[in-house]
């Protein structure tokens, strides 16, 4: 089977470089490897979401759904005294982040685990997410049922979308299921969209 990045256990050799970027105004040096999303740089569209949104403050507990190495997981506990919930179904994703997050000196904070590995009573501030398009309409929308269902009352959730990618079905689709979504940004071809709980 081809070695997507979106593999359970990628097959590929682990082979490891390292990504600058820059988020909300500070640097960071993330760990990346073979096997793993946007291993050459930081996303375009993550770049999109972390530049059109105000970083968050205060404390709280976040879950960054679809982590991959853990840009954003890692940013967020930075940026504020959170506990930030780090989800992927890619392993190697997932120890990327907890790489990350000790080189940015926030592992007590960011928890990189599996889906079925969040507790059951947990639920969320706000959710943060490039989510993973390339699942199919059905699996993307499971997956997003799922993690809405979590969110605390009052709770967010921010997402990046390819506008080509359906950003704006995806729009129309969150506000249908009751989680009323506006674009809150556009840029280089992404929408950024903004849900709340009902
Ligand atoms: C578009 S990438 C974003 C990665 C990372 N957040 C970033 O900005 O670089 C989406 C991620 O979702 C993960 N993914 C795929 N299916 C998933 C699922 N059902 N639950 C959680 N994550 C999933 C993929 O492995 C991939 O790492």
Redesign the pocket.
């Known amino acids: 089977m081809a070695d997507h990045?979106?593999s359970a256990e990628p097959g590929s050799a682990d082979v490891r470089r390292t990504v600058e970027a820059r988020i909300w105004g500070k640097p960071y040096t993330f760990t990346t490897a073979t096997g793993?999303?946007?291993r050459d740089r930081l996303?375009i569209g993550?770049a999109v979401l972390l530049r059109e949104v105000e970083p968050p403050t205060g404390s709280g507990t976040f879950l960054?759904?679809?982590?991959?190495?853990g840009?954003?997981a890692c940013a967020l506990a930075v940026e504020t005294d959170a506990t930030v919930w780090a989800?992927?179904?890619?392993t190697r994703?997932l120890e990327l982040t907890g790489v990350n997050a000790k080189a940015a000196g926030v592992a007590d904070r960011v928890h990189a685990v599996l889906?079925d590995g969040v507790p059951d009573e947990l639920r969320f501030d706000a959710i943060w997410s490039?989510?993973?398009i390339h699942?199919g309409k059905p699996?993307l929308h499971k997956?997003l049922l799922r993690w809405l269902a979590r969110l605390a009352p009052g709770g967010d959730a921010w997402l990046v979308v390819g506008k080509n990618l359906g950003g704006d079905s995806l729009q129309r689709w969150m506000t249908d299921q009751g989680y009323p979504c506006e674009r809150v940004g556009s840029a280089k071809g992404f929408r950024v969209l903004h849900a709340t709980t009902p």
């Open positions: 990045y979106f793993v999303f946007s996303d993550t960054d759904l679809g982590c991959g190495y840009p954003i989800v992927d179904v890619n994703a889906p490039n989510p993973a699942i699996e997956m």
